[in-house]
């Protein structure tokens, strides 16, 4: 499956394209040097295919470069922090 991920900052959001389809997509919202997930979405037709993960690797990779820290109010953001220690740094 061919997708891209993109970041959608005038919606505040990550998004992972599959043409002009939205499989998934995280919600944020920066406070400061802060950037707080709400919430994550996979479309039905595209849960558990690994969509997600690969979303939020990404808009995390992204965060780091942008020097802010992050809050994970969304209950698979946290998940997938607990499960990839390489990310705990940016836990605040």
Do not use: K, W
């Amino acid at each position: 499956m061919e997708y891209t991920i993109v970041h959608n900052a005038d919606r505040e959001r990550f998004e992972v394209r599959l043409g002009d389809t939205t499989g998934a997509y995280t919600e944020y919202m920066d406070v400061g040097t802060r950037r707080i997930f709400d919430q994550t979405v996979t479309d039905d037709r595209y849960q558990g295919q690994g969509l997600a993960s690969a979303l939020i690797r990404h808009a995390l990779d992204a965060t780091r470069t942008e020097g802010r820290r992050v809050t994970t109010s969304c209950a698979f953001v946290a998940q997938f922090v607990q499960e990839h220690p390489e990310y705990e740094d940016l836990v605040t």
